[in-house]
């Protein structure tokens, strides 16, 4: 599965969001990727999410398969489209 989200973080994804983000994909027993141009880098790991430099109104793809991956796309999105200080 695979979904765009934008991002609408005045900071973009810095250090707090990357690491609840990262910790709720790490959660999921799946495979979980983000893309952002042409960098694509696996969700669970912190220096790949942060080597992204996501800013407000990027658009990020999340693509997820395996187990609970409609669960995992959700939870992702969540995070990459709240507003976290």
Known sequence: ME???TIKNP???HARPAT???QKASSFPGEITLVK???TVNAK???GVMSLGIRQ????????????EEEA?????????????
């Open 20 to 22: 609840l983000l990262v």
């Open 3 to 5: 979904k765009v989200f």
């Open 73 to 85: 796309l959700n939870a992702i999105g969540e995070i990459l489209e709240s507003v976290l200080e």
């Open 11 to 13: 900071a973009g994804l």
């Open 37 to 39: 141009g042409d960098k």
């Open 45 to 47: 790991s912190i220096m």
């Open 57 to 68: 109104g990027d658009q990020v793809t999340v693509v997820t398969s395996g187990e609970k």
